[in-house]
Each structure stands twice: as C-alpha cells, then as structure tokens.
C-alpha cells in the first residue's frame, strides 16, 4: 500500500494541510478509520449515489476509506435492503444510480479533526457525543479521553448495533446509548464537552443543562436556506444556565432525524393553484442572495421555516422557488439575464420573496457581515442569533402578508 493510500499517508496529510493538531495526532494515528467503514459505501454520481463495495472494488473502496472526503453509509432508499434484483455492484438492475438520499454518513476527516480541536479537551474529561454513526469519532475520542469518560447517543438502532460491533472489533469500549441524542444522556450527566455530528436547527436546552458550567458544546447549526455553520457554545458559569458562543467556520452534516426538514420544495407549490398567487415585480436580483454564502446564511436566519430550490431554464434564466411547508407558503422569482427587474408570485399567509428582501436590505445596511462575525445563544426559553455581541441580536422577520 503506497503512503498517500493509508492510515498514516491520511494523518500526514491533515497534518500538512493545518486541519489536525499536535493534541489529536496521536489519537488519528492509532484509530484506523478503515475499521469504521462499511464493506459498501456510496458515492455521489450525477443526482444520486452509486455504491462502491470492497469486495468487486477492494482498490478504489480503500482508496476512499483513506481519502479526505465524506462517504455515505447509509441510504434511504437503498434497493438491495428492500430485496430488489440486484447486479453484483448492488446497483438496482437497469439503474446506473441506485439512491438519492443519504441517511447516515462518514464524516470528511479534516472537518471530524477541526471539530474535536475546537472541543479543547483535556485529559479525564467527560464528554458526551450525539450521533454515533460508524463509531469512529467516539473511538477517537476514547483514545485520547479513556473508554470511560465517553458516551455517544444513536437515534438508528440499526446504526447503533453497527457501531458498537466497531468499535468492539477496534477495542474500544465507550459507552453507546441508543436514543434521542437531543434530549442528551441525563443518566450520565454532568458532561464537561458535548459534541454534535449532526446538524441542527434549535439548540436543545436539555444538551445545556447537561454540561457543567463552564463546558463546552460544539454542532453544526444551520437553517433551511443555509446547512451550515460549526458553533462553539460555552456554558455559563454565572448561574444563569446559558449557553453562547460564535460561528467558528462553515460545517454541512446531515440532519438530526428529528428535525429533518421537508425536503419537496415544489410539494408546497402543487398543493396550491397558479392562479391564486399574488404577481408582483421585483427589482432584486435573486443572486445576490442566494449566490453569496454570507447573504444567504443572514436569509436563513430572517426567514425561518424556509426552503428553496432553482429550475434551470434556457440561456442561463432560472426560477427560484421558496416554500415554508408548515404554512403552505410560497414564492417564486423568474430571473432572465440582463433584466433589470424579475417577476415574482408569493401564495399563502407569508410573503416570503418580501420576507427575503427585508433580510437582504438589513444584511446589507449592516455592512455585508461575513457568516464569522455571528453567534447563538441558548437560554431555557429559546434561542438567538446575534451579531459581533449578544447585545445586537439580529431580528427575525415575522410574516410578512401577501397583499
């Protein structure tokens, strides 16, 4: 096995390239992520997912394994767990893609490195994970913690059962509950770090509550336009049971299984007829929100409960779609290149493409901020974004009407 294709060549790598530090080196070094891989992982191709087995494929499956990227154990619409014909690729009989939507994952290596480092651990302490997956990062966290000063919670059971058998083939032992990771693990709280690998939209309190004061909570946070942030949390240690922290970088996981938004735009759209959007013209440019990261972060957090996605027409013109699912909501905008003004319908009790403009003009006014200069607080009644300080909150739209 050539250096750049193993164990060590990965290490080196993430250590050259600044995403591994000193305090974790060793920890990389002794876990072999290979054990944590499935023998079948899946592969982004086109709009779906081509499985990759280690069996008919041994070269180019540990050629992943050992690559610093993402790889999809897990899919929701997997034909060969329904007991579809398959081909000996496990590809559906006649499918060249054979899933679209990934369920559970194998983080990419130097995005698993950055979020234990932000975690600043020390040694004896306890740390509890949400979202075990394959178990490699509870095994990482066991080889530098101790087996017991980790617990790691699993919504899947099925997924649980196969991390546990992981990590007992690598020799690792922490302790696996398999649960609602948002409601934490109150049997073995006090935890001094808490660590996410799933996305989330609301902070739960219960994580908060089970940290000591003083620890640290590090997740991936996003909205329905922008999935995601990496935010690290401090609990408070003036007795008021809060909890805040900055954006530390940008951090795209699957979503906790709890708050999985629903992902059909256009369903919102077609239970509601053309005819009865308001038309309406509009002198903003849907790019310059959704084609800068930074716009469309500020957008996510303005226009709450909101989904997008883009129809791609001739000659470079597009239609943006928004849909808030829970209202019925929403909005389309027509963009044509050259035009100075696009039209636009919104349907329902939000007129999102307005609730849009308003974020866009206070980003704006605001000076642009990068997605950095944000943060999050967490209090027993809710939560809140703000700006540079946690006394410039940034305010969230409320539904802006249709005329």
């Known amino acids: ?52 087995n280690r069996a008919t494929d041994p070269a180019r499956w540990l050629s992943l ?24 690729e496990g590809t559906a009989a006649g499918n060249s893609t054979a899933a679209l939507v990934p369920t559970s994952s194998a983080s990419m290596p130097r995005v698993v490195a950055t979020m234990l480092d932000a975690l600043a651990v020390a040694d004896g302490m306890k740390t509890l994970e949400i979202g075990t997956g394959t178990g490699y ?34 020799s690792h032992s922490p302790t696996v509950v398999t649960g609602d990771g948002t409601l934490g693990c109150p ?5 001094d770090r808490v660590i996410s690998t799933c996305a989330l939209h609301a902070v739960p309190y219960a994580l908060v509550e089970q940290t000591v004061p003083g620890g640290l909570i590090v997740l991936p946070w996003g909205t329905g336009l922008y999935n995601g942030v990496l935010l690290r949390l401090t609990v408070a240690d003036d007795g008021t049971r809060t909890a805040g922290g900055p954006v530390v970088g940008d951090c795209a996981f699957m979503w906790n299984r ?34 800068d990261e930074d716009a469309t972060f500020t957008a996510g957090v303005m226009v709450p409960d ?4 883009v129809g791609h027409g001739p000659d470079g013109a597009f ?34 493409w307005d609730e849009v403009e308003a974020a866009y003009a206070w980003w704006w006014e605001h000076g642009a901020p990068e997605r950095t200069r944000f943060g999050l607080t967490v209090t027993s009644t809710g939560q809140f974004l703000w700006l540079d300080t946690p006394d410039r909150p940034v305010p969230v739209n409320g539904p802006v009407p249709v005329d």
């Open 1 to 52: 096995m050539s250096e750049a294709n193993s164990r060590a060549g990965l290490v080196e790598r993430l250590a050259r390239e600044g995403y591994l530090s000193p305090a974790w080196r060793d920890a990389f070094t002794r876990v072999d992520r290979e054990r944590f891989i499935p023998d079948r992982v899946w592969v982004r191709d086109g709009d779906g997912y081509r499985p990759v």
């Open 65 to 88: 394994v050992h690559d610093d990227q993402a790889l999809v154990t897990q899919v929701e619409d997997d034909p060969t767990d329904a007991g579809a014909d398959t081909d000996a």
């Open 137 to 170: 990062n509870a095994a990482l966290l066991a080889q530098r913690l101790g087996e017991q000063h980790v617990v790691s919670v699993e919504a899947d059971p099925r997924v649980a059962d196969t991390a546990r058998a992981n990590l007992k083939a690598a």
């Open 187 to 191: 049997d073995r709280a006090p935890f």
């Open 258 to 291: 709890y708050e999985t938004p629903e992902r059909d735009v256009m369903a919102t759209v077609r239970r509601t007829s053309p005819d009865r959007a308001t038309a309406t013209r509009t002198a903003l440019d849907p790019r310059l929100v959704f084609g």
């Open 306 to 309: 909101c989904r997008y996605s």
């Open 319 to 352: 239609t943006l779609w928004l849909a808030d699912h829970a209202t019925g909501s929403w909005a389309s905008v027509d963009y044509v290149p050259g035009a100075d003004e696009f039209a636009a319908r919104q349907s329902g009790p939000r007129g999102l």
